[in-house]
């Protein structure tokens, strides 16, 4: 089984959708796939903080199950956890989504494998997952690559937490998830899970860039991450293309290479919007 872990609210729907699509597309394995969904309901914080839909789950765990019956989709409702060990932190009122911080809660979720592929949701796979999946992390506590900018604003080996191999034996035995959320309890970090994750690490295996490329589409690229980045041009400017912005990705990125992705998913999508208003 290859276990992989997304977390968010409702609004990660497309970034889930169009990430597990290209996993599915680009690996060649009869060895099924299981896709963790940790959420909560926030709307006590910010009315847009709905947690994913059994709905939305549901179809997700259709969609993959078109690849492998026994593919599936794991829907886990993490607030008794959260309220227990995160809320009221600083950091729910960050630049970036309390739901950022649900990935050091993976520890403490019953009956979750101990080898799990964390990936945020603005991620496509260029390449098979098995080559990222199937690397060696017994005597670590996660793997990770470095954070494009990072690495040189802040340290060389900056990871960027986007996409963490876990080892969550290794994670239980030296309480690096326990302790980075004690660091978010106590004060507001810039980059919350990813600075609390850092600084509490006893030991992690650095990887290629290729394996989180958070700027270039190389032929090397295993995982290209859609995160926000910097322009030169016409003049020094920051954007934040996703995946799922199809015109976009082929305006300002030019590329063509996800297209089998990105128009099943367009189609996927509609399919799906067709479903919703049945049922409104």
């Known amino acids: 089984m290859i276990n992989v872990l997304f977390c968010g609210n409702d609004k990660v729907f497309d970034g889930v959708?169009?990430?597990?699509?290209?996993?599915?597309?680009?690996?060649?394995?009869?060895?099924?796939?299981?896709?963790?969904?940790?959420?909560?309901?926030?709307t006590n914080l910010n009315p847009a903080f709905r947690a994913i839909s059994k709905q939305s789950a549901s179809f997700l765990g259709e969609v993959v199950k078109d690849y492998?019956?026994?593919n599936r989709v794991v829907?886990?409702?993490?607030?008794?956890?959260?309220?227990?060990?995160?809320?009221?932190?600083?950091?729910?009122?960050?630049s970036y989504s309390p739901y950022a911080m649900l990935r050091v809660l993976a520890d403490l979720i019953e009956n979750m494998p101990s080898k799990l592929l964390y990936l945020d949701a603005d991620i496509l796979l260029n390449r098979d997952i098995r080559l990222l999946y199937d690397i060696n992390v017994e005597d670590y506590e996660y793997a990770a690559a470095r954070d494009h900018y990072g690495k040189y604003l802040v340290n060389p080996n900056y990871i960027n937490s986007g996409v963490l191999l876990l080892n969550l034996e290794?994670?239980?035995?030296?309480?690096?998830?326990?302790?980075?959320r004690g660091e978010l309890r106590k004060r507001k970090l810039a980059f919350p899970d990813q600075t609390a994750i850092r600084i509490n690490t006893?030991?992690?295996?650095?990887?290629?860039q290729k394996f989180n490329d958070q700027k270039f589409l190389h032929k090397s690229t295993v995982v290209r991450h859609f995160?926000?980045?910097?322009?030169?041009?016409?003049?020094?400017?920051?954007?934040n293309v996703k995946q799922w912005q199809v015109s976009l990705v082929?305006?300002?990125f030019g590329y063509y290479e996800f297209d089998d992705i990105l128009y099943e998913y367009l189609y996927l999508k509609e399919k799906f919007n067709r479903e919703v208003a049945k049922h409104e």
């Open 250 to 252: 082929h305006k300002i």
């Open 202 to 208: 006893v030991k992690k295996k650095m990887l290629p």
């Open 227 to 239: 995160s926000k980045r910097l322009f030169w041009l016409p003049y020094p400017h920051t954007a």
């Open 17 to 42: 959708l169009t990430c597990a699509l290209s996993i599915l597309k680009r690996t060649q394995t009869k060895e099924p796939f299981t896709f963790y969904l940790y959420t909560l309901d926030l």
């Open 170 to 180: 290794r994670i239980k035995k030296t309480g690096l998830f326990s302790k980075a």
């Open 68 to 70: 492998n019956s026994d």
């Open 75 to 94: 829907l886990i409702d993490v607030k008794d956890v959260y309220d227990k060990e995160l809320a009221g932190s600083p950091n729910e009122a960050s």
